[in-house]
């Protein structure tokens, strides 16, 4: 079965520092790899994915993704960290089960940036 | 823009009474997905619809939840009866036809049982 791993439960950042949110990730064949963040009160929204391609994924808000075979890793960085970015993030990988595909998610990683 | 919508937004009711949760998904994807998110166990996946057919709900449990879609413009999720244990926020994702589906989440239904 496919699993991901989000190792810290809490990233904190200065205003203005370059972030990294981690995760590490076990698939049989293709991974599908995405992130998800979810702002308080809300539902998550959609980051970006790595299908295929490019290892260097880029998303929404800036955000950005390195797809690393030989570590297994789809670590979500962004290069200049905004206190708006403060958030929970979600790492997921598809698994195909019975002829569809659902997203397994993993614990989720608070990001807290400070001004 | 598009985007999914549930109702209600928030739902406090007593031990024992019936709760119904509805969605509605993004017009024209096919996939319509039940999640629930608590502290404890993080985000489970409750039902999946493709096609307005339930193809899994293998999270869900049986003698007190049940899932549905009686349109392609409908899926509800009911629990009868609810226990405080079912205090959650229950988000529905949908998504569309191609295989490599993002999953688009609605703002959940934030449910407390007495």
């Known amino acids: 079965a496919q699993s991901v791993a989000q190792p810290e439960d809490q990233v904190n950042v200065a205003e203005g520092n370059p972030l990294t949110v981690k995760c590490t990730y076990s698939v049989s064949g293709n991974p599908y790899l995405f992130w998800y963040v979810q702002y308080p009160n809300r539902g998550l929204q959609f980051l970006l994915k790595y299908i295929t391609g490019d290892n260097l994924v880029k998303g929404s808000y800036g955000f950005e993704a390195e797809f690393n075979k030989s570590q297994t890793s789809f670590h979500l960085k962004k290069p200049s960290a905004l206190v708006s970015d403060s958030a929970l993030y979600f790492c997921a990988v598809r698994e195909p089960s019975g002829g569809y595909n659902k997203l397994i998610f993993g614990a989720g990683t608070r990001l807290a940036v400070h001004p | 823009d598009a985007r999914v919508t549930q109702t209600p937004r928030h739902k406090v009711t007593e031990m024992g009474q019936e709760v119904t949760m509805r969605c509605q998904p993004i017009?024209?994807?096919?996939?319509v997905f039940w999640y629930r998110q608590t502290m404890m166990q993080g985000l489970e996946l409750l039902a999946y619809f493709r096609n307005r057919a339930p193809l899994d709900d293998s999270g869900m449990p049986k003698d007190r939840f049940s899932a549905e879609m009686p349109d392609a413009t409908l899926a509800t999720l009911k629990i009868q009866p609810s226990e405080p244990r079912d205090s959650a926020v229950y988000f529905c994702?949908?998504?569309?036809?191609?295989?490599?589906?993002?999953?688009?989440f609605g703002p959940g239904t934030r449910l407390l049982v007495l």
């Open positions: 994702a949908s998504g569309p036809r191609q295989t490599q589906e993002t999953q688009y």
């Open positions: 017009l024209g994807h096919n996939t």
